[in-house]
């Protein structure tokens, strides 16, 4: 789907796993270096499994759908997944190209996912 | 002058340039002398016993006239920054390190750019001073009246815009020295804005300090001017050292010129000084009256556009704006707040990053994000905001395509 396409889509409203879960263990905060954006995480870890996630906070549609689509990707997955996934893979995931004045934007949510492997 | 003037607009054929107070357009002119002067007249300034650098340094001095003359200095007033923001930071180094002991205060806006505000929050902290702000109204308008109970017996200095980058106002800085009276306070007046626009004239502003990137009004990047009142210059120690500002280098000693050269070390950007006058001169030649009648009509036929637009919120205000207009999308319609008076929006807008890439891709260049001035957005409550600002080549014709945009984004949210 484009970015317009996105947009038309969900238009003002929330995206998939946006709002915090009833159940969580583990919350990260990551802002964005470039515009001071800020998004609060929220993982449901079991025995290295991210059973649950959960993202609130001020964010552009960008940073929101790219946490969006990585919490997709990874809810049912072992945290050892992270560590064959990166910052192309992010942009990848998007499905659209973004200029790269935007690339921050979509990266904000990977360094909070990134940060499970720490 | 018109887009024609401005090879840009020939080169991006359907650019509707509306970021100017980020940077401006530099017309042929511009562009044409920079390119002379490496052709024709190269060579460094104050250094060559040949032709060349004779030239070369007729050229640089008599820009520094150029200069002086369009802020109403004197020549010797006048020193080639790299920006607005390092002549803010010379100051407050070669200036504010020398001057402000613990327990003096510094006074400034919560409108300010970062770059007239951190330099003043880290001497605070450095040298133990106390940061008093002055506050604006909620609109974000700041009022002398509120200024006035800042101002003590150890207040060292006033730091102020003379038009907010983000709102677009114009700050009467002309009447702080009435506030400071006959106190020792250093006024320091970050210009930046206000060039391209309205005319700045350092004898009636009675400033101490004036500094403003050259880029803005129609020059090359890389030149900033600060103006330093020559009473002021004694009160200062050397900020950066090297070449061209020392008169005798010893091995363990040096003494350095007693002139305002003293904070131009190293090779200073030359060609750019050389079309950074021709932008002088051309803003000159179109006179101030011109450029602002010209740039008033557009921004109030904005302000009247944006009326019909109920899910637009202008945070500028319309009275006194030169050009720049903040404003941001929100999703609802206007409520009404518990005070009754200030309207507040739900926080369910649209970001103004995301609204910036839809102008983008329907070719208009705005601004978006909080422009470097935080502590503004964050007393107004308003996270980031978009930016219109517009420069004298600005026409109808770019009204209609930003508001075709906007048409387009409020089919797109339906809202």
């Given at each position: ?90 942009l990848?995931?998007l ?13 904000m949510?990977?360094?909070a ?6 | ?56 340094d ?47 205060e ?32 909620r ?5 002398i ?26 700050v ?7 506030s ?21 004239d ?9 500094s403003f ?26 900020f ?6 020392a ?6 000693h ?14 200073p ?15 000159t ?14 921004v ?8 019909t ?27 009404r ?15 103004p ?63």
């Amino acid at each position: 789907m484009t970015y317009q396409g996105y947009l038309e889509k969900y238009k003002l409203g929330k995206l998939p796993f946006e709002g915090v879960p009833f159940q969580y263990t583990k919350k990260i905060k990551q802002v964005s270096e470039s515009c001071g954006d800020g998004l609060m995480f929220y993982f449901l870890l079991e025995d290295g499994i991210i059973k649950n996630i959960g993202f609130d906070g001020y964010g552009c549609f960008l940073s929101r759908l790219s946490a969006s689509l990585l919490a997709k990707k990874f809810t049912g997955k072992s945290v050892k997944n992270l560590i064959e996934f990166d910052e192309e893979k992010t942009l990848t995931l998007l499905g659209f190209p973004v200029n790269s004045a935007r690339e921050q934007c979509v990266l904000m949510p990977f360094k909070a996912f990134s940060a499970l492997l720490k | 002058m018109h887009k024609n003037d401005f090879p840009i607009f020939k080169n991006n054929k359907d650019l509707v340039y509306l970021d100017n107070a980020a940077t401006a357009q530099k017309p042929r002119v511009v562009i044409d002398a920079m390119n002379n002067f490496y052709t024709h007249d190269n060579a460094n300034v104050h250094r060559g016993f040949y032709g060349l650098g004779e030239k070369a340094d007729a050229l640089y001095e008599d820009a520094r006239k150029t200069f002086a003359k369009f802020i109403n200095a004197q020549q010797e007033e006048i020193v080639f920054t790299k920006n607005a923001t390092e002549g803010l930071n010379l100051v407050a180094h070669a200036w504010g390190r020398t001057q402000c002991k613990e327990g003096d205060e510094i006074v400034v806006s919560l409108i300010e750019h970062h770059s007239n505000f951190i330099p003043w929050q880290l001497l605070a902290k450095e040298r133990k001073l106390t940061l008093r702000f002055w506050k604006p109204d909620r609109f974000g308008v700041l009022h002398i009246k509120d200024l006035e109970g800042l101002i003590i017996s150890r207040t060292k200095a006033i730091c102020i815009t003379y038009v907010s980058n983000v709102l677009g106002y114009v700050v009467p800085v002309e009447k702080i020295k009435e506030s400071i009276g006959k106190k020792n306070i250093a006024l320091i007046v970050d210009a930046a804005q206000a060039v391209p626009h309205i005319p700045v004239d350092v004898q009636h502003l009675q400033c101490d300090f004036l500094s403003f990137s050259v880029h803005k009004m129609y020059g090359p990047t890389g030149l900033g001017i600060l103006y330093i009142k020559e009473s002021r210059l004694c009160e200062m120690k050397p900020f950066m050292v090297g070449g061209g500002m020392a008169t005798e280098v010893g091995l363990t000693h040096a003494k350095y010129l007693p002139s305002s050269h003293v904070f131009e070390a190293g090779t200073p950007p030359i060609a750019e000084v050389v079309g950074g006058a021709e932008a002088v001169r051309c803003v000159t030649r179109i006179g101030f009256d011109a450029i602002q009648k010209h740039e008033h009509a557009l921004v109030e036929e904005i302000f009247r556009r944006f009326e019909t637009y109920s899910f637009a919120r202008v945070l500028s205000p319309r009275e006194g704006n030169i050009g720049v207009v903040a404003f941001d999308i929100q999703g609802v319609h206007p409520v009404r707040s518990r005070e009754g008076s200030q309207r507040v929006f739900a926080s369910n807008g649209i970001h103004p990053h995301d609204a910036a890439s839809l102008f983008a891709e329907r070719g208009v260049a705005l601004r978006a994000g909080h422009h470097c001035a935080m502590p503004l957005h964050t007393f107004l409550k308003v996270p980031a905001s978009l930016r219109i600002s517009l420069g004298l080549y600005n026409d109808e014709k770019d009204i209609d395509a930003f508001f075709e945009a906007l048409n387009d984004i409020k089919k797109i949210f339906s809202l």
